[in-house]
C-alpha cells in the first residue's frame, strides 16, 4: 500500500518538524528570559512527544525559574509514567538529578 506508507511518512515528517519548532521556541523564549511562555513551548512539545527528556528538564527550569517547583515537580512525574508506559525505562540520571535538586530545594 505505497499511498498509506507516504502518507505514514509525511506525517511523522510533520511531527517531527513541529517538535524541532516547539524545541526551538522554547529554547528562543529561555534565552529572552520569558519563562512562562518558554514552559509552553515545552508543554505543548510534551504534549505531542511525552518521553522528550531534554524538553521536560527545560520545562522544569522554566517552572522553577517562575517559582512554581510543585508544577516542575508534576512535570517530572509525567515524565517518569510517560518513559515507564511507552518505553519502559527510567529517567536519565540527569533528569533524575534535577528532580532531586528540586526536591531538596523546597
Given at each position: ?50 518521553v522528550n ?43 533524575s ?10
Amino acid at each position: 500500500e505505497p499511498v498509506g506508507e507516504w502518507a505514514d511518512e509525511r506525517r511523522e515528517r510533520l511531527r517531527d518538524l513541529h517538535v524541532e519548532a516547539l524545541d526551538a521556541l522554547g529554547r528562543a523564549q529561555m534565552q529572552r528570559e520569558r519563562y512562562a511562555e518558554a514552559a509552553d513551548a515545552f508543554r505543548a512539545l510534551l504534549a505531542v512527544d511525552p518521553v522528550n527528556e531534554d524538553a521536560c528538564r527545560r520545562q522544569m527550569i522554566c517552572l522553577t525559574r517562575l517559582g512554581d517547583r510543585a508544577a516542575a515537580l508534576r512535570a517530572y512525574d509525567a515524565l517518569v509514567r510517560a518513559l515507564r508506559d511507552e518505553l519502559g525505562v527510567r529517567p536519565e540520571p540527569e533528569t533524575s538529578t534535577l528532580r532531586d535538586k528540586l526536591v531538596s530545594a523546597s
